[in-house]
């Protein structure tokens, strides 16, 4: 009979929502990582909300812990939320802290640059961004991205053409919402760039119902490339953010830490744009 003294180690795992397939990937896959090396993952939802991912990790450290990794949407790290004896990993944000955590990340200013030089190549000059929410406002590396891509060609960027959600309701519902106020206010728009795969779900809907369609009238581009996009008609073009390699190599820099080794500051996990119908 087993006891306690028996028990797998526990590393926990905080992200932003699972309702997201890129967020739920992440959580899976690193789940399955740890569990191969003899780890229990403790995976749980911040839903966006700050405090609650605060809390989280406070209730992770009294649950005993012996590391975390953690999408996290505040801004900065605040002090003494956390041991700094506590081996800590951000995956894909890096919130501002005293003290040096590693993080493992995408590029998201040069993949959103490559997303928008493409569409520009593509004719295209009105170009909608929905870069995604944010527990704790900040400067999207999204949005530094999508406006070099633009000042490159001498497309001055208009504020207007950067919808940022709320993070009150689902994905596609808001971006559905902020894509309807934006055509009805007549601002012309050839293409448009999503967070997430659900959220271009959303933006298919709120184009079909005033007559426009994709690629046709707008093109689409979407963050993920989860199964959904292959599902879509058309087919969307989707940037990769290889969640798998994400969380490889976010679970092999914890269990770095947890025997004392230095690791690197930033890992950069490449991200490919997957060409398809809707941006035809």
């Known amino acids: 009979m087993k006891t306690l003294s028996d028990a797998r180690p526990l590393v926990g795992i905080v992200v932003p929502t699972v309702d997201n397939a890129f967020f739920s990937n992440l959580a899976d896959h690193a789940e399955r990582y740890l569990y191969e090396k003899g780890y229990t993952a403790l995976i749980l939802s911040s839903a966006n909300n700050a ?3 605060k809390n989280h990790l406070r209730s992770l450290h009294a649950a005993g812990v012996v590391g975390i990794l953690c999408v996290s949407g505040l801004s900065a790290m605040p002090e003494n939320l956390l041991p700094e004896d506590l081996p800590l990993v951000w995956v894909d944000r890096h919130p501002q802290s005293q003290r040096d955590i590693p993080c493992v990340a ?6 959103m640059a490559e997303a928008t030089e493409y569409l520009i190549q593509k004719g295209c000059r009105n170009i909608l961004l929905l870069p995604g929410y944010l527990a704790e ?4 590396p999204r949005v ?4 070099e891509a633009l000042k490159k060609h001498g497309i001055i960027p208009n504020p207007a053409y950067i919808l940022n959600r709320a993070g009150r309701k689902p994905s596609e ?5 902020l894509v309807r106020s934006i055509l009805a206010q007549g601002l012309p728009v050839d293409a448009i760039i999503t967070s997430s ?3 271009a779900f959303g933006v298919m809907a709120a184009l079909h119902e005033v007559g426009l369609y994709v690629p046709e009238d707008v093109k689409l581009i979407s963050f993920d490339n989860s199964p959904y996009s292959t599902m879509a008609s058309p087919a969307i073009t989707a940037l990769d953010r290889r969640p798998q ?7 092999a820099h914890l269990l770095s830490l947890l025997r004392e080794e230095t ?8 991200v490919s744009l997957i060409k398809r119908d809707s941006t035809r």
């Open 245 to 251: 390699e994400l969380a490889a190599s976010a679970c």
């Open 173 to 177: 519902t808001e971006t559905g919402e």
């Open 263 to 270: 690791v690197p500051a930033l890992t950069i996990t490449p």
């Open 197 to 199: 795969d659900r959220a």
């Open 51 to 53: 405090e609650k991912e």
């Open 106 to 111: 995408n590029d998201d200013r040069a993949a």
């Open 137 to 140: 406002m900040r400067t999207s």
């Open 144 to 147: 530094v991205g999508y406006e």
